[in-house]
């Protein structure tokens, strides 16, 4: 009944801008962390990436905050509550990457690291396409669950890429007893994964608001 009652009454469509603005945020985030770890400008883009997620959290703040003083949403309140802070914790993610880099002063990425990067990239552009597509959700239900299988590979892509950078960390310096080196090129590694595992919880967000108004 609600549903219904909500396809019916006028709605605030302000939230779809606000989506598209942060998805555009970390489209860029992802191409300065791609960047960064293929040696490009490093500091520029550490610095980069930490201005684009503070803009990021102040349009998360208006996203809730309009849902609170939105009567008609476009879709179900906590499921924008989820989707903005999933899309969120992608950027925040990148950003603790950064903080990772900075901290142990690092200038030089594994290729795998840089293969990693890709699919960042990969990822946020996918989440970028299946954004606008939520205005119409019922005519774009089937473009919109592709886009979400394709997140998903791409995520399963990310995890056989942090196996072979852990063995490849672990042949060049576990053995050589260097274990601060293989401990920060881990450190980066598991966070560039969990960049992805962010993206794929964006992914799920949507594959739920798909079938819930479908």
């Known amino acids: 009944m609600m549903s219904i009652f909500r396809k019916l009454m006028p709605r605030e469509d302000k939230f779809f801008d ?14 300065a962390l791609g960047d960064l770890l293929n040696g490009i400008e490093l500091e520029q883009n550490c610095a980069r990436i930490v201005a684009l ?3 990021a959290d102040a349009i998360t703040r208006d996203v809730l905050l309009a849902v609170r003083r939105s009567f008609i949403t476009p879709f179900d309140r906590s499921d924008i509550q989820d989707l903005i802070q999933s899309m969120d914790d992608a950027i925040d993610m990148m950003h603790k990457t950064v903080k990772t880099i900075r901290l142990f002063e690092q200038t030089e ?3 795998v690291m840089r293969e990693m990067g890709g ?5 946020a552009n996918l989440i970028a396409q299946a954004i606008p597509l939520l205005d119409k959700v019922g005519a774009n239900a089937q473009r919109l669950s592709v886009i979400a299988e394709d997140v998903t590979r791409v995520e399963g892509r990310s995890d056989e890429l942090h196996e072979l950078g852990l ?4 042949r060049r310096h576990g053995t050589a007893g260097n274990a601060m080196a293989y401990m920060i090129g881990a450190e980066i590694y598991g966070e560039l994964e969990k960049v992805v595992d962010r993206f794929e919880d964006v992914a799920d967000e949507i594959s739920g608001i798909v079938i819930e108004n479908v």
């Open 18 to 31: 606000l989506f598209a603005e942060h998805s555009r945020l970390v489209v860029e985030a992802a191409g």
């Open 53 to 55: 997620e503070d803009r």
């Open 109 to 111: 990425f594994d290729p």
């Open 119 to 123: 699919e960042i990239i990969k990822a």
């Open 167 to 170: 063995k490849d960390l672990f």
